[in-house]
């Protein structure tokens, strides 16, 4: 029997089937419990009102631990297996990803005017890109960051820039090889630097249908 040959692009369709995967167990799993625990909960605490009011606030304090943790599964589920299909999905899914790194992450993001361009399986490489490096950065301070997604000549530019604060600070938190195996799926050059504390991700690709 012969063995199938193990390329950059069936390693990344591997990781996006076991992704996709994981979100659906998430969702049909963990998601749906949580949902019915709130609902159970909301039940309960109309009876605490009447039977046990003295408990009330305890009630309120959970049932708000509990959306916030049904809020972390459901962000979870999108980042696993994001609705990713033009430039503008790509778009929101990095702002939500961004808003989920709370205040140890400020991004500015700039992207061109037909986002429409990027098509389905590029939209979700180049988040990717960014969703893998943005998540290598430490968050030990507020770091500032910008994503410039730009058109030009037949190719999509995105270029990631993060200040870390830290000249010392190695590349070793981000996982290279998975990025470059993404780029390598669209056929995109990619360039990563490191100097006096600047992170720049360069990444390109040709428009394609």
Do not use: W
């Amino acid at each position: 029997m012969t063995e199938a040959p193990c390329t950059a692009a069936s390693l990344v369709q591997a990781l996006e089937r076991e992704r996709k995967y994981l979100a659906e167990e998430l969702h049909e799993g963990l998601c749906q419990n949580l949902c019915g625990l709130s609902i159970q909960l909301k039940v309960l605490e109309r009876r605490c009102m009447v039977e046990a009011p003295a408990i009330k606030e305890e009630f309120v304090a959970l049932q708000q631990t509990l959306e916030q943790t049904i809020d972390q599964a459901r962000f979870l589920y999108r980042s696993l297996y994001p609705p990713v299909t033009d430039g503008a999905t790509m778009a929101q899914a990095i702002g939500e990803f961004v808003q989920s790194k709370g205040g140890s992450l400020e991004c500015d993001e700039s992207f061109f005017d037909d986002p429409a361009k990027i098509n389905p399986n590029q939209a979700l490489i180049f988040f990717r890109i960014a969703q893998e490096t943005l998540r290598g950065i430490p968050a030990k301070e507020t770091v500032r960051a910008s994503i410039v997604l730009q058109l030009d000549n037949g190719l999509i530019n995105m270029r990631i820039a993060a200040n870390l604060h830290d000249s010392q600070l190695s590349l070793a938190p981000i996982p290279l090889e998975i990025i470059q195996l993404h780029a390598e799926r669209i056929g995109a050059n990619l360039k990563m630097t490191l100097e006096k504390g600047q992170l720049v991700v360069d990444c390109s690709a040709s428009v394609s249908a």
